[in-house]
Structure formats: structure tokens, C-alpha cells
């Protein structure tokens, strides 16, 4: 009697992990395995302002970096982002400054879309954007030989643009 329980314990057993590979082996029947996770979702993007916070169009090489930190920003891209920020970046390394952007999921990445996505303060150095909530990217005008790029972007008022930002639109 003991032979036939060990028997029908070893069939059953069997039987189970031939239900289970089978069973995942159908979950992915038709999937890629790099299909299986979604990508996270990119944020929502409205489009870049053309105006200034005057309602005076801006230069078109003023705007060619903003869009493309915008795009970048919008599609998670580091590696673009990257490359159109200035070095120094601010206060901090560009490499710094990418690593708070990738903190909380890129969160910050959708808080800098939405700063681009406002009317910016232009002035002789270039432009400045303020986000409602405090946020300041900063796009210097750049020269001849060296084109305007991202110089800041901060999530906070921690930013020598601060003082300009809160007189131009106060909280």
C-alpha cells in the first residue's frame, strides 16, 4: 500500500508542474518577453510658448533648445536631455542635476515639460522659465560659437532666478 500512495503522490506531483510551466508557457504564448512590462507612461505634454511673458514672439533660436529639452524631457530621454545641458549646470554637475531628474519615477522630468510649456521671462542672457509652483529652467542665449543650452533647473526657488521669477509672476 505504501508503493501505490509514493506512486500516486510522485504522479500528482508530476502532474502539477506540467499544469504549471504549461499554464505560463500559454500567458506568454504571443508575447515578447520585453513586451510583457509596459513602459512607464510619458507624461503629458502640452506644447512650447512662443511668446514671452510680454506676448513678444521669440526668436526662433531661442526656442530650438527649449523644444528639444522639451521633447526630451516629454519622452524620458536622458541621453538627449543630456546633451543640451550647459557645464557647468547651475551649481551643481550636469550628471547631479540628471540624477535628481531620475529620482521618483521621473517626476521631474514632467515638472520641467510643464515649466517650458509657460510664457518665459526673456532678457539679454536668454530666457527664464517659472512654473507656478516654483520650478525655474534657465536657457542662456548662447553666442556665435557656442549655442544657447540648458544652464538650470531647479524644482524649487533655489535658483539666482528666483528674485525675477516671483516679481514677474508673484505667489
Not at 37 to 55: E, H, L
Not at 121 to 143: K, N, S
Request: some cysteine; overall charge negative; hydrophobic content about 40%.
Amino acid at each position: 500500500m505504501g508503493e501505490s500512495v509514493r506512486r500516486k503522490t510522485l504522479w500528482l506531483a508530476a502532474i502539477v508542474v506540467l499544469v504549471l510551466a504549461g499554464g505560463g508557457w500559454l500567458l506568454t504564448l504571443g508575447h515578447e518577453p520585453e513586451a510583457a512590462v509596459a513602459p512607464p507612461a510619458a507624461p503629458a505634454c502640452g506644447p512650447v510658448t512662443t511668446a514671452d511673458s510680454t506676448g513678444r514672439p521669440l526668436d526662433e533660436r531661442l526656442l530650438t533648445p527649449v523644444r528639444a529639452a522639451h521633447d526630451a524631457a516629454c519622452h524620458r530621454d536622458y541621453a538627449a536631455l543630456a546633451r543640451l545641458m550647459d557645464r557647468p549646470f547651475g551649481t551643481r554637475s550636469p550628471d547631479a542635476a540628471l540624477a535628481e531628474l531620475r529620482e521618483n519615477d521621473g517626476a521631474p522630468l514632467t515638472i520641467l515639460a510643464q515649466t517650458l510649456e509657460v510664457p518665459a521671462l526673456a532678457d539679454q542672457g536668454g530666457l527664464t522659465y517659472c512654473h507656478p509652483h516654483g520650478a525655474i529652467a534657465v536657457f542662456a542665449r548662447g553666442t556665435p560659437d557656442h549655442q544657447g543650452k540648458l544652464t538650470d533647473f531647479t524644482l524649487t526657488g533655489d535658483n539666482p532666478m528666483e528674485e525675477a521669477c516671483y516679481e514677474a509672476n508673484p505667489r
